[in-house]
T-cell receptor, first 118, second 111 residues
Framework: GAVVSQHPSWVICKSGTSVKIECRSL??????MFWYRQFPKQSLMLMAT?????????EQGVEKDKFLINHASLTLSTLTVTSAHPEDSSFYIC??????????????FGPGTRLTVL | QKEVEQDPGPLSVPEGAIVSLNCTYS??????FMWYRQYSRKGPELLMY????GNKEDGRFTAQVDKSSKYISLFIRDSQPSDSATYLCAMAKTSYDKVIFGPGTSLSVIP
């Protein structure tokens, strides 16, 4: 199946710094990518929808100024956590749907990025 | 009321048992119903998807969707220790739409 990569796989940063996470679709183009956050022993919560060439759409309760999303190309979306705080420590996962020729466009998930803010 | 509800478990079964995992949902607009498996510290992987109501079988896995009851199920036959993971039900309104996940059920299959 299609491959979605994320970089870095884990990052530790100091409180107040900014962290950028990359999501790449390796063998297909993705006009839309989704960013999720998962706290320990909890499910994936959608943060925002990243659209190539336009502004991202944020879910209710997600601060757009804190979680900056840039869909720079058809294969790359970035999530920047600005002025990170310990409560932002989480597992961040991106996904991208790929046309499969069937009625369902399977969403392929990246391996995730574990962020720890000290 | 949450959009998607799922018993978080944990669920522990002996090897070879039949496992039943279930989810309920509230939004009748959902048309695509998926089951994902997630191992610890990994991204989720798609097991099966079903469009609208009905059953779908793939090897040891069977997915059922009852839209009238807003209830979906995943059955695992002849469960194996390698099936130990968290199982997430998920739903979407269209094939390109955002996916809404249930909270996940942690499953352990004991040898």
């Amino acid at each position: 199946g299609a491959v979605v990569s994320q970089h870095p796989s884990w990052v530790i940063c100091k409180s107040g710094t900014s962290v950028k996470i990359e999501c790449r679709s390796l063998d297909f183009q993705a006009t839309t990518m989704f960013w999720y956050r998962q706290f320990p022993k909890q499910s994936l919560m959608l943060m925002a929808t990243s659209n190539e060439g336009s502004k991202a759409t944020y879910e209710q309760g997600v601060e757009k100024d804190k979680f900056l999303i840039n869909h720079a190309s058809l294969t790359l979306s970035t999530l920047t956590v600005t002025s990170a705080h310990p409560e932002d420590s989480s597992f961040y996962i991106c996904s991208a749907p790929q046309p499969s020729g069937s009625s369902y466009n399977e969403q392929f998930f990246g391996p995730g990025t574990r962020l720890t803010v000290l | 009321q949450k959009e998607v509800e799922q018993d978080p478990g944990p669920l522990s079964v002996p090897e070879g048992a039949i496992v039943s995992l279930n989810c309920t949902y509230s939004n009748s607009a959902f048309q695509y119903f998926m089951w994902y498996r997630q191992y610890s510290r990994k991204g989720p992987e798609l097991l099966m998807y079903t469009y609208s109501s009905g059953n779908k079988e793939d090897g040891r896995f069977t997915a059922q969707v009852d839209k009238s009851s807003k209830y979906i199920s995943l059955f695992i036959r002849d469960s194996q220790p390698s099936d130990s993971a968290t199982y997430l039900c998920a739903m979407a309104k269209t094939s390109y739409d955002k996916v809404i996940f249930g909270p996940g059920t942690s499953l352990s299959v004991i040898p």
